[in-house]
């Protein structure tokens, strides 16, 4: 499978192995170019609108249908609903959120270390909100941003190890005021253009902060940067530390299909 992603270099690619046992239940594996991840959002969203494809009524628009795919990490539900030919609307239902237990906004000069690692300084950050890991399948670290940090943000040093030190896999620089979000890989050799694990995580965040309401559903855009602008619909249900569920979707298009004759 990891060949194949790399094969295909894709950001991620998703193998689906259904469940004889249960209707519309598949194990799902997903793969990036440098292993598998425990967890995605994206893949996940995707793959749900291809099963409907597959083995929904393809000429009622409305169809809905609810998927459980079985993950490493966790079992998720993913509800697709069909909007016209090859067009979906897919939401993904993430379980609880996961808070690392303590921001690290508290202190500048960790703080500041941090905003360093995005070429950015202390005055970039949002003064009202913490640096801080939430999961919701993957560890991100959430770092708010501010001003025109977004845009000048960037990768300065590989992220794997000061990432790790704060109980964090990944980083989502997230700008509460635009609701914009920027992701890379932790080398900083790929930005994401759209990703639903990080997505999570920021919508858990900003009900944790109060900065969106019980079930409140925003929209959250990313990948300005890349030239493939996206916008994703975030939702989470609890308060504090107690968020029980989170959701993330958005619009699905099938743009293609094919067949491997040969494996790489």
Partial sequence: MLAVTRELRHFESVFLTRDSARPRTH?????????????AGHPLIGAASVLHALEGDPGVT???????????????EVATRRRGPRQYDSTLRVG?????????GTDPAIAAEIASWFSLGLHDLDPGLPPETVSTGLRYLVLPVRGEALARARVTIPLDAPLARLGAEFAYLLDTTAMEGRHWTNDGRLEDTATGSGAACAAAYL???????????????QGRFTGRPSEMTICAHGGGEAVHTVEVGGSVALVGNGQLAELP
């Fill in 27 to 39: 194990r799902a594996r997903v793969f990036d170019l440098a292993g598998e991840l425990d967890f």
């Fill in 62 to 76: 409305g169809d809905e249908t609810t998927w459980t795919l079985r993950l490493p990490a966790r079992t998720v």
């Fill in 96 to 104: 609880p959120a996961e808070f690392a237990g303590r921001p690290y």
């Fill in 207 to 221: 009900r944790r902060h109060d900065r969106v309401g019980d079930g409140e559903r925003t929209r959250l855009r």
